[in-house]
């Protein structure tokens, strides 16, 4: 049998392990593309790239119904295991165990004034926008233009 190795602690365990299954896998994989190896038709080349690709969609789709039936579990099936009484408030004003704070920027737990912006901001945003959108129209009718002025180039030589 094996000799039982005697490890320092947990962590050269773990990477012990971890390098043995290492390499482990890639005398697999040697053995599966070398003494295994079978040329494949067209179509079963495309057969195995379907089955390669489909592992990972399969694994994630069960991954998220593990996901779907812990939610259900935590918060219930329409929110209904939710501490409701204890939070409630629209905007940047809630009610926190009875108090009504401002939560956001400047308010409790810090954070950034995204929805709200006064009309002055709004107005340089919308110049900036403006002025970007004008660029890339600049932009494009110029690299238009270089493509037709290439493709008449072309086309004069080839005669």
């Known amino acids: 049998g094996r000799s039982q190795q005697r490890y320092r602690g947990?962590?050269?365990?773990l990477a012990h392990a971890l390098r043995t299954f290492h390499e482990r896998h890639e005398k697999l994989k040697h053995t599966v593309h070398t003494a295994w190896r079978y040329p494949l038709p067209t179509w079963g080349r495309y057969a195995m790239g379907c089955f390669y690709a489909s592992i990972p969609i399969v694994g994630g789709w069960y991954v998220m119904q593990w996901a779907i039936s812990r939610s259900v579990e935590?918060?219930?099936?329409?929110g209904e295991k939710l501490d409701v009484a204890r939070l409630s408030g629209n905007g940047d004003r809630t009610v926190i165990d009875g108090v009504e704070?401002?939560?956001g920027a400047g308010g409790?737990?810090?954070g950034v004034n995204l929805a709200k912006s006064d009309e002055n901001t709004q107005k340089n945003n919308r110049q900036m926008?403006?002025?970007m959108f004008r660029k890339e129209?600049?932009?494009r009718?110029?690299?238009?233009?270089?493509?037709?002025d290439?493709?008449?180039?072309?086309?004069r030589e080839g005669r």
């Open 10 to 13: 947990p962590m050269e365990a």
């Open 74 to 78: 935590e918060i219930g099936e329409r």
């Open 101 to 103: 704070q401002k939560v």
């Open 108 to 110: 409790r737990y810090g």
């Open 129 to 131: 926008l403006e002025a």
């Open 137 to 139: 129209r600049r932009m």
């Open 141 to 148: 009718r110029q690299k238009d233009l270089e493509q037709k």
């Open 150 to 155: 290439d493709g008449e180039r072309s086309g």
